[in-house]
């Protein structure tokens, strides 16, 4: 598949996906649409393309965490590269005070207190801000203690109306999935909720820009955000250093610096849909059942060496004796219509009215010589199953066989078969 067509089918599934998703949604309410639909539009889809959904989230949909990657749409709409470990999107300081102009949502705090606590709380050197004359909620420098530039930023955030929001973003994402060295996460002492991970701004690691991240979930549901790279800019920047400046421990000292605490109260609250309360996700199988009934479905001769995955989404590495390979699938009983996505080559319709969808291409996240066989199905009721298989056991680590241990037929089978539809939802 050429560049240009995977940048075509790219986009015609963000596309698709988003409107599916963001049907529920007032027209009027443009911040809860964003917030709200577009968020789990995106995570969908970076699980997709991380191989959970069969190409997760990137997205890499998708902070640290469920999504695993940035916002594909910036504030104001447009699209937005992605990160390993990207905050989640609520708008980012504009680099200019624009009274009664700002995008919905936007927090005012001025860059230049929120540098003053980022200085405060960090080892000395050299600083160099974006914007300090602007207002926002984040705040982007690059810092310079004589052994290399290095890019910093830090962001505050709610993150969201109910005890389990955000707690995504501060959990360690599957390494089947997401490329990273080191992670730890868990509780603090006085309730808070802490992350620390040692990652890359890019799935391939031939690229070595080394993107460290903490993140700090308050029992208030505030997340304080930093993410520091070994180059003086997340992208597009030339490795200025072996490893980003700050250690996991003074990268802790920084989110959970109180300074940001009287900053962080300056949010505004996030918006509501009228009459709903906070939007939930749509219903979906647990990740129990999800993966149970795919071990159920495999073939005879293959054995399972791990497994994972959330509520509507699983994966299993499987292994014939030929070498592992990656099996995902993704479970979306409420797709709504993706008539779109199901045309050109491969397509075929079944006498029910299902459309099945079956393509072979090369991997998307570095991995050398790893192939991507995907069967998509949706029913005319809007019920849809991805089924992907590689060779190789994770996307961004080279092939470790010829072919993907389950045949195109095999996935196909699993896709379509009834017991999907029989799962409870939650």
């Given at each position: 598949?050429?560049?240009?067509?995977?940048?075509?089918?790219?986009?015609?599934?963000?596309?698709?996906?988003?409107?599916?998703?963001?049907?529920?949604?007032?027209?009027?309410?443009?911040?809860?649409?964003?917030?709200?639909?577009?968020?789990?539009?995106?995570?969908?889809?970076?699980?997709?393309?991380?191989?959970?959904?069969?190409?997760?989230?990137?997205?890499?949909?998708?902070?640290?965490?469920?999504?695993?990657?940035?916002?594909?749409?910036?504030?104001?709409?447009?699209?937005?590269?992605?990160?390993?470990?990207?905050?989640?999107?609520?708008g980012r300081g504009s680099g200019a005070a624009h009274p009664g102009k700002e995008p919905m949502g936007e927090a005012t705090i001025p860059v230049k207190d929120l540098a003053a606590v980022l200085k405060a709380n960090t080892p000395a050197?050299?600083?160099?801000?974006?914007?300090?004359?602007?207002?926002?909620?984040?705040?982007?420098g690059v810092y310079d203690d004589g052994h290399g530039k290095a890019g910093v930023s830090v962001g505050l955030y709610r993150a969201g109306g109910t005890p389990e929001s955000g707690k995504d973003q501060v959990t360690c994402p599957d390494q089947a999935l997401v490329p990273y060295d080191r992670c730890t996460a868990g509780r603090l002492s006085g309730g808070d909720r802490f992350m620390f991970i040692e990652g890359y701004e890019y799935p391939d690691k031939r690229v070595e820009t080394k993107n460290w991240r903490a993140v700090l979930l308050t029992k208030d549901g505030i997340l304080i955000d930093a993410s520091e790279y070994n180059a003086a800019a997340e992208k597009d920047a030339p490795i200025s250093r072996e490893d980003p400046p700050f250690s996991g421990t003074q990268l802790k000292d920084l989110v959970t610096a109180e300074a940001w605490r009287?900053?962080?109260?300056?949010?505004?609250?996030?918006?509501?849909?009228?009459?709903?309360?906070?939007?939930?996700?749509?219903?979906?199988?647990?990740?129990?059942?999800?993966?149970?009934?795919?071990?159920?479905?495999l073939p005879k001769g293959v054995t399972?060496?791990?497994?994972?995955?959330?509520?509507?989404?699983?994966?299993?590495?499987?292994?014939?004796?030929?070498?592992?390979?990656?099996?995902?699938?993704?479970?979306?009983?409420?797709?709504?219509?993706l008539d779109e996505l199901f045309t050109g080559e491969g397509v075929v319709t079944l006498p029910d009215g299902t459309k099945v969808k079956s393509t072979r291409q090369p991997g998307e996240k570095g991995g050398e010589g790893?192939?991507?066989?995907?069967?998509?199905?949706?029913?005319?009721?809007?019920?849809?199953?991805?089924?992907?298989?590689?060779?190789?056991?994770?996307?961004?680590?080279?092939?470790?066989?010829?072919?993907?241990?389950?045949?195109?037929?095999?996935?196909?089978?699993?896709?379509?078969?009834?017991?999907?539809?029989?799962?409870?939802?939650?």
């Open positions: 598949m050429s560049q240009n067509e995977e940048t075509r089918r790219f986009e015609e599934e963000l596309g698709a996906v988003l409107r599916s998703t963001g049907d529920g949604f007032a027209a009027d309410d443009r911040r809860e649409l964003v917030a709200g639909g577009l968020q789990r539009g995106r995570r969908r889809l970076v699980r997709r393309r991380l191989a959970v959904t069969g190409g997760v989230l990137a997205l890499a949909a998708v902070g640290i965490g469920g999504a695993y990657g940035g916002s594909l749409l910036g504030p104001g709409g447009p699209a937005a590269t992605t990160s390993v470990a990207a905050p989640p999107q609520q050197g050299q600083w160099q801000f974006d914007n300090l004359d602007g207002t926002g909620q984040s705040v982007t009287p900053l962080a109260a300056r949010l505004p609250q996030l918006p509501k849909a009228p009459g709903t309360g906070e939007q939930r996700p749509p219903a979906a199988p647990s990740a129990a059942a999800v993966q149970a009934t795919l071990r159920s479905l399972v060496e791990s497994h994972g995955g959330e509520d509507g989404h699983g994966y299993v590495v499987v292994d014939d004796g030929k070498g592992p390979s990656l099996v995902g699938i993704d479970v979306q009983p409420t797709a709504g219509e790893v192939v991507w066989w995907n069967v998509d199905t949706l029913t005319p009721q809007g019920f849809r199953v991805v089924v992907s298989a590689f060779n190789s056991p994770a996307q961004y680590k080279d092939a470790t066989r010829d072919e993907p241990a389950l045949t195109m037929e095999q996935l196909k089978t699993i896709a379509l078969s009834p017991k999907w539809h029989k799962l409870p939802l939650k």
